[in-house]
């Protein structure tokens, strides 16, 4: 009656030894670690630069713990914050010659002392949130009036492109802050523009406007436009931040919108204030320019000479100098969005979509100019570099352009990317600053972990004593219930911050409370008179159907603070839904296993071990 198969004390079994195995690397905290990832956008992190870093910590004797190429970056990991400084400034003099110019990005972060082998089976640990760990938090606020007003200068160029596009003449178009004015010469021609511009523009309010002196329109953005304009600008500006930090590597950065116009940004382990306010406040900006090919530029390029009147000279993402004509053709303003795929002959390309204005520029340029290289530069800290140089082999119109030649489709992916969110979407401004030691990150974590701790300790005993022997069972069902979802946490890469330490304490209140209620119904089926055999078996299946309902309910209030909270709400309603999965499992499946263990192999049971039994004759 209670004896489980082999095969599910063999799933219990894997299950103890899978969540140990995963819940190991917590235990070994963090080590002081140097970082080198790059620091502009055209320069790539590869094993060339694995390899400068340990020739750089060779030559000034110093000793690390492992120096490994990890994704888009390279880190180092020291015994002590001592050697951790020292390795800081050898590798920074070795990668980066000229400080005024950086191809990399130096900096100060933490890593796992896990060991090696444990790496080996992706069993890491989990990730601390900023309150834990320590770290950097700024809050941002990004000047929305220039988003607009950035629109309504794009929109006044797209004015013109379309009356220009139906031959409507104006008397001229200019813009007032916000709003675009256009001044016409005849009513008749005012009428017919705003007939045109209210079919094409619709996210414009129009006005007409006689003052006595001319026939004007004055266009404004709609409300809920400029809602829109304000929405996407915040959320280019997160992406780009994203794209930003992901050069620091810092693990699990939160970064999400605060109110209309303001965004948070959490920099878990990073203590370097100054370097991750220069990567933060970075700004990249998009220029085309056209290639000078006379035979001067090409001495000029290839000698090393001076460069031709009117003319630049920058290199190329192999290194190789290029001479660039000084007049921009268009800016990142006139670049709407850029996506990676493939040209005609299923060469990798980047595929750029141009707003009117562009386009009209473009289409110009590029029938003038069949045959000649167009240079594509980004410009970061005001050092310009040559993202690409294609030749132009037609004209292109439509506000549809295409990028190809020479290039992979890993570098058409990142190209595409440098292009489309290489620059914010409107300023900010960093108007909180706040720095979280380390030393504060370890009391809270000291602090979270007592509170578990002693949390455990108290339920064990109460459990222990009032329900003796199947206390044991309840108080091993409950650890088992916490190893497991340390582990799962691990698994999945949470973030752990003290709402999720004050979850998992509400956890163990909320697992052992099913424990109790199997071992009450034990209880009762003995006070019925029933064998000791068929107690067990009638309150573990009779509890059943309670700790599922009452588990339910609860998950389905963590669901709905995982769906509509935000930060350390959600933090808390991860850890509460998983916690909740991982009781049932330990308080019914685990402890029914340790009692089926115990008693199940003793055929003539006469009593169990769970403390008196008050009987109603008894009393």
Known sequence: MNRYPWWKYLILALAVVIGALYTLPNFFGEAPAVQVSSGKATVKVESELLARVVSALDQAAIKADFVLLEGTSVRARFGDTDTQL????????????????????????????????????????????????????????????????????????????????????????????????????????????????????????????????????????????????????????????????????????????????????QLPGVQDVAKAKDIIGRTATLEVRMVDDSAEAAAAASGGGPVPFGTERYNERGGLPIIVKRQVVLTGENLTDAQPGFDDTQQPAVHLTLDARGSRIFRDVTRESIGKRMAILLFEKGKGEVVTAPVIRSEIGGGRVQISGAMTPIEAADTALLLRAGSLAAPMEIIEERLIGPSLGAENIAKGFDSVLYGFVAIAVFMCLYYMLFGVFSTLALAVNLLLLVAILSMLQATL???????????????????????????????????????????????WATILDSNVTTLIAGVALLAFGSGPVRGFAVVHCLGIMTSMFSAVLFSRGLVNLWYGRKKKLQSVSIGQVWKPDAL
């Open 86 to 265: 020292k390795a800081r400034d050898a590798i920074a003099k070795a990668v980066n010659p000229d400080p005024s110019d950086p191809s990399y990005i130096v900096a100060l972060n933490l890593v796992s002392r896990s060991p090696h082998w444990l790496t080996s089976l992706n069993a890491l640990p989990m990730y601390l949130g900023l309150d834990l760990r320590g770290g950097v938090h700024f809050l941002m606020q990004v000047d929305m009036q220039a988003a607009l007003t950035k629109k309504a200068e794009s929109l006044a160029g797209d004015i013109r492109s379309q009356l220009r596009d139906k031959n409507i003449r104006h008397a001229g178009i200019s813009r007032n802050g916000q709003t675009v004015e256009l001044r016409f010469r005849e009513p008749e021609v005012r009428k017919a523009a705003l007939t045109l511009l209210s079919e094409q523009l619709p996210d414009l309010d129009w006005r007409e406007v006689d003052d006595g002196t001319e026939p004007k329109l004055v266009a404004q953005l709609k409300l809920d436009a400029g809602r829109r304009v304000q929405d996407q600008a915040i959320k280019q500006n997160i992406t780009t931040l994203h794209n930003r930090i992901n050069e620091l590597g810092v693990a699990e950065p939160v970064i999400q919108q605060q109110g209309i116009d303001r965004v948070v940004v």
């Open 497 to 543: 911050t003290l709402p999720g330490i004050a979850a998992i304490a509400l956890v163990l209140g909320m697992a052992i409370d099913a424990n109790v209620l199997i071992n009450e119904r034990v209880r009762e089926e003995l006070r019925a008179g029933s064998s000791p055999q068929a107690a067990i078996h009638t309150g573990y299946e009779r509890a």
